[in-house]
Antibody
Framework: EVQLLQSGGGLLQPGGSLRLSCVAS????????MSWVRQSPGKGLEWVAT????????YFADSVKGRFTISRDNSKNTLYMELSNLRAEDTAMYFC???????????????WGQGTQVTVAS | EVVLTQSPATLSLSPGERVTLSCRAS???????LAWYRQKPGQAPRLLIF???YRAPDTPDRFSGSGSGTHFTLTINRLEPEDFAVYYC???????????FGQGTRVEI
């Protein structure tokens, strides 16, 4: 059974930093790209970042470029996202998601984590 | 950027009814790379349909997707209680930064 178990998140002040984690099981983690998608309160879904299966390629939404980083440790089946210089508009539920290609290109998300809340407020 | 517009925003229906949701793209979706997700309250989205018309594993056959180019639909035959949720379309026809989601359609009792 595929599982994506997320941790991290919390309440931070503007300008703060945070690391989200997503531990995968039930599939060969190193075969697939992974992504982060967020959902602001009462809003729709927004793609945030993608990392290829090897970690060699990363992609970011313009809204987070330069502030967020995505990484993975295939030996630990774990996906990470470092969030820095946080803004109020980064307040959202953050989901990790499994891609169905190794590159992250042209892929839907076939499995999702349970989500972790990030709240940025002073 | 491919903008996806879903309609209607909200639908009020009863269990057992049939419903068709619409997703229109501002430009052609490459190779009909369009997916549909269902999101129940407090849960993560779940993939239902990919490639416009292919059911994901474990998707009940009451769900069907169709369409091409700029207009896509999701039809649910015989609404079950768990189908009262929000549905999102998602186009993924390019590199990751070009993927976009629709704003969602809420199906409520």
């Amino acid at each position: 059974e595929v599982q994506l178990l997320q941790s991290g998140g919390g309440l931070l002040q503007p300008g703060g930093s945070l690391r989200l984690s997503c531990v995968a099981s039930g599939f060969i983690f190193s075969d697939w790209a992974m992504s982060w998608v967020r959902q602001s309160p009462g809003k729709g879904l927004e793609w945030v970042a993608t990392i290829s299966n090897t970690g060699d390629s990363t992609y970011f939404a313009d809204s987070v470029k330069g502030r967020f980083t995505i990484s993975r440790d295939n030996s630990k089946n774990t996906l990470y996202m470092e969030l820095s210089n946080l803004r109020a508009e980064d307040t959202a539920m953050y989901f990790c998601a499994k891609d169905i290609t190794p590159t992250g290109w042209r892929t839907q998300f076939d499995y999702w984590g349970q989500g972790t809340q990030v709240t940025v407020a002073s | 950027e491919v903008v996806l517009t879903q309609s209607p925003a909200t639908l009020s229906l009863s269990p057992g009814e049939r419903v068709t949701l619409s997703c229109r793209a501002s430009q052609n979706v490459y190779s009909n790379y369009l997916a549909w997700y269902r999101q129940k309250p407090g849960q993560a989205p779940r993939l239902l349909i990919f490639g416009a018309s292919y059911r994901a594993p474990d998707t009940p056959d009451r769900f069907s997707g169709s369409g091409s180019g700029t207009h896509f639909t999701l039809t649910i035959n015989r609404l079950e209680p768990e189908d009262f949720a929000v549905y999102y379309c998602h186009q993924y026809g390019g590199p990751p930064p070009e993927a976009t989601f629709g704003q969602g359609t809420r199906v409520e009792i």
